[in-house]
């Protein structure tokens, strides 16, 4: 068939996986009503028989169980939307949240082996042990504690085998259903599925450069030196690969643990307040954010009472020219600025193609005014952000990939002080960075170098000028110059004119049709058949059928 892409041997072992593991747990449904099914040969279908169905789990359940039998991939992709309460039940968000530490160890998995061979290292040089018991099982790798030859307390995150093959197979598969929900199904589409795949296919091809976690790393503690409310866990960069990490090991307790915490008088309200100003500071002012901050991913100290973020696989990167457009973006949200929003949103956009100004304008004031008629204490960081998506995505505004990781980030991290402290409100955290960039905002040394900039800008111009109007000039002389329009519309209008043409003619012939059948009747021209000239009724009918069909296009719009 004509367009239809043939799926390669890994795609199609994967689609089989997918459907074998929708039927073992009653989804037939979705492959029987959606038009996905569509791009699946039917064999497929047919040969997989009937399993016993899971029905004594919930549809909740089955679903979870599905995305942790199908694989990595979709147990990362439950990860994600795991804090997705905008668009996912309670009851579904309950069991996705389960995927973060419910992960499947490795089957018939020789850590000593895998080290050894990845390293190119005799174990007994570098460790005194490696516990062969995963400590943890996450969705593309497996973590196991280890003793280095010091006594150093490590662990080893090992990349799960044929991680990327399997990926790359699961993304293409996801690609086409994407597509395929795209193309016939509306309320799909308003969550733009294409969009999504994408940026999980960036997200996830970054968590498997292990190398590239551990520069993360790196960065994140040059970032926090000298803080001492956090602590950032070492890498051991000689013991690292991009299938493998061994870093510091990391003995505290997961920000969701509430009852130990409040067992060893850790103040979890606290923990709360600097664990959030910790993650602004990384958005704000360092410009390099952990981009999942979920609860399993941080820690507290229990000694220090310090917090420790771990898996710096996901990070988000922010400009230091686009960070100061968000700090004015926070600041202008504050001072309820719609008209300053939207040139700060234009300014960073990676697309835009606003219909209607006034729609936007009208959008994201009823949205700050219902932030400001709601009482602080009740305002939800969430909400509002999935609402400021929301906007964007009616009015058809995209922003750069780190600003939905950024929005993620803030959602997941106001969710994890609001389990420490049910009284929690991000936004006393948010105060005193919109004092202090109102004051960075009109300080001497930022006008001074604004303007310094801009002096640059001109010189640079000034400079420029002479040759570029040399050259417009000398094209001009040797007849190269040439300007390049376009005209909006104009094949609208050749149409319109081209059928305005059409009927004209069709008129003229009608109208010359009933004058010559005219005159012929008048004159009575033989032959005559009933005393009626026959070369009149001919010219009759034919203006008649001519005049209908002129008015039968008019009213359906044809060509003619």
Do not use: W
């Amino acid at each position: 068939m004509a367009g239809l892409k043939i799926p390669k041997k890994q795609e199609l072992k994967r689609y089989n996986k997918l459907f074998a593991v929708l039927t073992k747990y009653g989804f037939e449904d979705v492959m029987a009503h959606n038009q996905i099914k569509k791009i699946i040969p039917k064999s497929y279908l047919k040969k997989h028989p009937d399993t016993q169905k899971n029905l004594s789990f919930t549809k909740f359940e089955r679903i979870r169980m599905v995305l942790e039998e199908l694989g990595p991939t979709y147990v990362k992709l439950g990860q994600i939307f795991s804090n997705r309460e905008d668009m996912l039940p309670p009851g579904l968000i309950k069991e996705l949240v389960k995927l973060q530490d419910h992960v499947p160890t490795l089957k018939n998995f020789t850590i000593n082996e895998v080290v050894e061979k990845e390293l190119k290292i005799t174990l007994t040089d570098y460790f005194q042990s490696i516990d062969a018991t995963p400590l943890a099982a996450a969705s593309l790798a497996q973590v196991h504690k280890a003793i280095l030859l010091n006594g150093n307390e490590v662990v080893l995150k090992v990349q799960r085998p044929d991680i990327k093959e399997t990926i790359e197979a699961d993304i293409l598969v996801m690609t086409q259903v994407a597509k395929s929900l795209e193309k016939h199904s509306s309320q799909a589409r308003a969550f733009q599925p294409m969009q999504i795949i994408a940026s999980f296919e960036k997200s996830i091809r970054e968590e498997l450069l292990f190398l590239h976690e551990v520069e993360n790393m790196e960065h994140f503690a040059k970032d926090f030196k000298g803080n001492a409310s956090i602590y950032v866990p070492k890498a051991y960069r000689e013991l690292s690969t991009d299938q493998l990490i061994c870093m510091e090991f990391i003995d505290g307790i997961k920000v969701s643990e509430i009852d130990k915490l409040s067992s060893l008088n850790i103040d979890c309200s606290a923990v709360a307040k600097i664990g959030v100003d910790l993650y602004l500071e990384q958005i704000l002012e360092q410009g390099f954010f952990h981009a999942d901050p979920h609860p399993g991913n941080i820690f507290v100290l229990p000694k220090t009472q310090q917090i420790c973020f771990i898996d710096f696989g996901m990070m988000g990167s922010i400009m230091p020219n686009d960070r100061e457009t968000l700090s004015d973006l926070l600041l202008y949200f504050m001072k309820s600025d719609v008209k300053k929003i939207i040139q700060l949103l234009e300014k960073i956009a990676v697309k835009c193609n606003i219909d209607d100004y006034k729609k936007l304008e009208y959008d994201l004031y009823e949205l700050i005014e219902g932030v400001s008629n709601t009482s602080i204490k009740n305002i939800r960081m969430g909400t509002v952000l999935n609402q400021f998506k929301s906007v964007l995505y009616g009015n058809h505004l995209i922003l750069p990939h780190y600003m939905y990781m950024l929005i993620r980030g803030l959602i997941i991290i106001e969710g994890v002080g609001l389990k420490l402290d049910p009284k929690f409100n991000i936004t006393d955290n948010l105060e005193p960075y919109t004092s202090k960039i109102t004051k960075k905002r009109f300080s001497l040394k930022r006008l001074l170098k604004r303007n310094f900039t801009r002096l640059q800008d001109l010189n640079s111009l000034a400079d420029s000028l002479p040759d570029n109007i040399n050259i417009i000039l000398n094209k001009i002389k040797e007849g190269k110059l040439v300007i390049v329009h376009k005209h909006q519309g104009l094949k609208e209008f050749q149409n319109t004119l081209n059928k305005a043409s059409n009927r004209l003619v069709f008129a003229v012939i009608i109208a010359a049709l009933s004058i010559g059948s005219s005159i012929l009747v008048i004159a009575k021209m033989p032959p005559l058949v009933y005393g009626i000239p026959l070369l009149g009724a001919i010219g009759f009918i034919l203006s008649a059928v001519l005049g209908f069909y002129i008015v039968i296009s008019i009213f359906k719009n044809k060509e003619y």
